[in-house]
């Protein structure tokens, strides 16, 4: 079964055809070229087909993609016509959804999700806390919020969880290391490691992928922050650990490198949770649908400019 297109991919689609320019359609837009791009490359692979011809700066339809347009300016305009009605809609079962997310789901997933979300339910009121993955467990099941959206919890009783992507956890070095040369011995210990913050799932998680492998790590700086782990790795100070997918602008922009682990790859499930007992609205089922779907493609293309 082929994984449905989001509203928010077939208005990239359209906003390129207008444009016919990457830059322009990308300040509509507010997204970077590089973002946009992926998002492009991300419809194009799930139609199997090329939309658009570029070539020295230059982009135009294809004639498929010249095909398909109205088609999807229709539904565009359909899915308006939707999102209207709901405007119009006298009263609301839910006026408020609280959500309880760790700091790398509101950094990076959560704003392009409400970006599309609100466009459906324009006066609904959202809540957004950022927390690590037991905080998060341990409020939705004391019914602080209505869900969560974190990397799988190790315990979930009484949760009903709901996959919505998978990312894989790489080493991040600056363009000229020695490691982004294939068959480059790699001695990890010798390097200064910039590591999540000791404290953090994501540590825990890593400390005991390399524990499985006889390595001990002692990282020269530890943060909960993976953009200065980022800016760390570009100024030459160390090499750090990150998801791939958080990473992904500087990678295709060339200004950092995606190493694996190791033989043995270091990859963990999100997930968007909510009490067993609950039955979902209509906000919520679409909330979790647009998880699946912006992460699927966020996540979705891992190993790209990368280094295996």
């Not at 009484?158 to 919505?164: C, D, K, R, V, W």
Request: aromatic share 4%.
């Amino acid at each position: 079964m082929h994984e449905p297109l989001s509203s928010h991919q077939l208005f990239v689609f359209a906003t390129l055809a207008r444009h016919l320019h990457m830059g322009k359609a990308a300040r509509e837009l507010q997204v970077t070229a590089s973002a946009l791009s992926h998002s492009l490359r991300t419809l194009e692979k799930h139609l199997g087909c090329s939309l658009f011809e570029r070539g020295n700066g230059a982009m135009k339809l294809t004639p498929i993609g010249a095909e398909l347009l109205p088609e999807t300016e229709a539904v565009l305009l359909q899915i308006q016509a939707l999102r209207d009605r709901t405007r119009e809609a006298p009263t609301r079962v839910q006026s408020t959804l609280r959500i309880a997310a760790s700091p790398t789901a509101c950094h990076y997933l959560l704003p392009n999700v409400l970006r599309e979300f609100v466009g459906s339910f324009p006066t609904l009121r959202i809540t957004m806390d950022p927390c690590s993955v037991s905080e998060a467990v341990d409020r939705v099941q004391r019914g602080e919020v209505d869900f969560a959206v974190c990397t799988e919890p190790e315990q979930a009783t009484g949760l009903t969880l709901i996959p919505i992507g998978r990312e894989e956890l790489r080493f991040l070095v600056p363009p000229a290391h020695p490691w982004t040369h294939r068959n480059q011995a790699r001695d990890i210990q010798s390097q200064a490691l910039i590591a999540p913050d000791r404290l953090s799932d994501t540590h825990k998680l890593i400390s005991e992928h390399f524990r499985k492998e006889k390595l001990e790590l002692h990282p020269l700086i530890e943060t909960s922050s993976e953009e200065a782990i980022k800016q760390f790795v570009r100024l030459g100070i160390g090499i750090g650990i990150l998801p791939e997918w958080t990473a992904r602008t500087e990678i295709e922009e060339g200004s950092l490198c995606s190493i694996s682990l190791g033989r043995k790859r270091l990859t963990r499930t999100w997930v968007v949770f909510h009490p067993r007992q609950h039955r979902l609205t209509l906000a919520e089922s679409l909330f979790a649908d647009l998880c699946r779907s912006v992460a699927r493609e966020l996540m979705g293309n891992t190993g790209e400019k990368s280094v295996a």
